[in-house]
């Protein structure tokens, strides 16, 4: 047995070790080289993922529960990393959160990896599922509490329905990733977005 193929000692941590890292990074790896020669997700098995990985099936599944938490990771490795926020207020947090928006539309046009197997996904419930579980509802929900704390703090209007103003937030670079995937997604289209929504959303004073 080699080396990747012996698990963490009892009582030892799964994820985080050196060893543990490069043997994820060349699972990663191995699914990323698969899409890019055009393998169809219904044909990428775990058992041909951990051949051209050079690990054996059961490394695989002590890191990920099926190949469909394992594909989300190859995205998110494809994808542009989450930002940190200033939280300085809801206008620059706004900014931050579009602008990593606009690039993973930009990464979706560039990346064939992104474009294939997003494309695939919609015939894969599964997939769908757990992508929209990890990456997609916690990102609207940090979206949302940046809306919240703007309400609370008296940046918006005190009326705003919150699930609301998200949709209307995101609505203008979503149209253009996928209902538009020719329009442009120039540089400083997150803060055209935010400070035209905000010219209205701001209270009303005197």
């Given at each position: 047995?080699?080396?990747?193929?012996t698990?963490?000692r009892?009582?030892?941590?799964?994820?985080?070790?050196?060893?543990?890292?490069?043997?994820?990074r060349?699972?990663?790896?191995?699914?990323?080289?698969?899409?890019?020669?055009?393998?169809?997700?219904?044909?990428?098995?775990?058992?041909?993922?951990?051949r051209?990985?050079?690990?054996g099936?059961a490394?695989?599944?002590?890191?990920?529960?099926?190949?469909?938490?394992l594909?989300?990771?190859?995205?998110?490795?494809?994808?542009?990393?989450?930002?940190?926020?200033?939280?300085?207020?809801?206008?620059?947090?706004?900014?931050?959160l579009?602008?990593?928006?606009?690039?993973r539309?930009?990464?979706?046009?560039?990346?064939?990896?992104?474009?294939?197997?997003?494309?695939?996904?919609?015939?894969?419930?599964n997939?769908?599922?757990?992508?929209?579980?990890?990456?997609?509802?916690?990102?609207r929900?940090?979206?949302?509490?940046?809306?919240?704390?703007?309400r609370?703090?008296?940046?918006?209007?005190?009326?705003?329905?919150?699930?609301?103003?998200?949709?209307?937030?995101?609505?203008?670079?979503?149209?253009?990733?996928?209902?538009?995937?020719?329009?442009?997604?120039?540089?400083?289209?997150?803060?055209?977005?935010?400070?035209t929504?905000?010219?209205?959303l701001?209270?009303?004073?005197?």
């Amino acid at each position: 047995m080699s080396p990747a193929d012996t698990g963490p000692r009892q009582g030892g941590p799964v994820r985080g070790r050196p060893r543990s890292e490069a043997v994820e990074r060349a699972i990663i790896e191995a699914v990323t080289k698969l899409l890019e020669d055009g393998v169809p997700l219904a044909e990428l098995s775990i058992e041909r993922i951990a051949r051209t990985a050079g690990v054996g099936k059961a490394t695989i599944y002590r890191r990920w529960s099926g190949k469909e938490q394992l594909l989300v990771d190859v995205l998110r490795a494809a994808e542009p990393p989450d930002p940190e926020l200033p939280g300085t207020s809801v206008r620059d947090d706004l900014v931050v959160l579009l602008e990593s928006l606009r690039l993973r539309g930009l990464a979706g046009r560039t990346s064939a990896i992104l474009h294939n197997v997003r494309a695939q996904m919609k015939s894969s419930p599964n997939l769908w599922a757990a992508y929209h579980d990890t990456v997609i509802l916690p990102r609207r929900r940090l979206g949302l509490e940046v809306l919240r704390r703007g309400r609370e703090n008296g940046e918006l209007r005190a009326d705003v329905d919150l699930e609301v103003l998200n949709d209307i937030v995101v609505g203008p670079i979503l149209v253009r990733t996928v209902l538009r995937p020719d329009a442009d997604l120039p540089d400083g289209l997150a803060e055209q977005v935010v400070d035209t929504l905000l010219q209205g959303l701001r209270p009303v004073s005197g």
